[in-house]
């Protein structure tokens, strides 16, 4: 049964839900579900790094309730408040492969919802940082499975047929950060021996998991995506259901909710 379906049809699954590398834009989008995904999805260890954080947080509980192991990595864990018994919450460098490593060990996959803040004055390199030490522990620990996250239009050329106000005003603001996550991808998409997958959602809302299907793309952004944010439990649903799936393995999928 596949797992996708041409926009606009009618999606075969129960239930809700890198520039084309062949052409200059992106081809159609495709709609996906997820919401019964997850139910054939064996119990897997998972190690989220960025748990503390908005979507973090909606990635770590959604994970318990899908019965999965989760050991989130935080640099401060006194911020996560989640108590579960499959929860193990421990304190590491995201910069130091010496530091991840040990957490590493024994892992199926590596979960990344990092987010580094824009700056104006110098260039942000957080994104890429973290990746070169998370891929290096990953090798280190023989764990070869990433999920990880970035945005829109992170390919500096990918904006130009965007709305006005995001091509003018917001992406100008975030240029040091997408420029960055670019960076991140492209270490990424270098690597043979790693099966990553960069999911690519638009701007961010503070909102729980939805039962709405996802339009996705391998691209920089949707071309027939209507809204400008998904909510972040509608992305951590979306990642979560890739540990099912090897459709978007070394590949980078766009989304926004329908």
Not at 45 to 71: D, E, P, S
Not at 135 to 146: K, S
């Amino acid at each position: 049964m596949s797992l996708v379906s041409e926009a606009g049809r009618k999606s075969t699954l129960p239930g809700s839900l890198s520039a084309d590398r062949d052409s200059k834009w992106p081809q159609r989008g495709h709609c996906y579900n997820t919401q019964n995904h997850a139910l054939g999805t064996p119990s897997m260890k998972i190690v989220v790094l960025g748990a503390t954080g908005q979507t973090g947080q909606y990635l770590v509980n959604q994970a318990l309730q899908q019965g999965h192991t989760v050991t989130a990595v935080a640099r401060n864990p006194g911020k996560l408040s989640v108590h579960h018994d499959n929860l193990k919450v421990v304190e590491a460098d995201i910069f130091s492969e010496d530091s991840l490593k040990p957490h590493f060990s024994g892992q199926d996959v590596v979960m990344s919802c990092l987010g580094f803040p824009p700056s104006f004055f110098s260039p942000v390199t957080g994104y890429s940082r973290s990746m070169n030490s998370v891929v290096g522990a990953m090798r280190e620990a023989r764990v070869n499975r990433i999920i990880t996250m970035t945005s829109w239009y992170t390919e500096p050329n990918s904006g130009v047929q965007s709305p006005y106000l995001i091509r003018f005003l917001l992406l100008p603001m975030i240029r040091s950060v997408l420029t960055n996550m670019h960076e991140m991808e492209q270490f990424l998409q270098k690597t043979e021996d790693i099966n990553w997958t960069v999911v690519r959602p638009p701007g961010l809302k503070n909102l729980p998991a939805s039962a709405q299907e996802f339009l996705t793309h391998e691209g920089y952004f949707v071309p027939d995506g209507s809204g400008s944010a998904a909510g972040r439990g509608d992305v951590a649903r979306f990642m979560l259901s890739l540990l099912n799936t090897n459709a978007w393995v070394k590949k980078g999928v766009a989304i926004i909710t329908k």
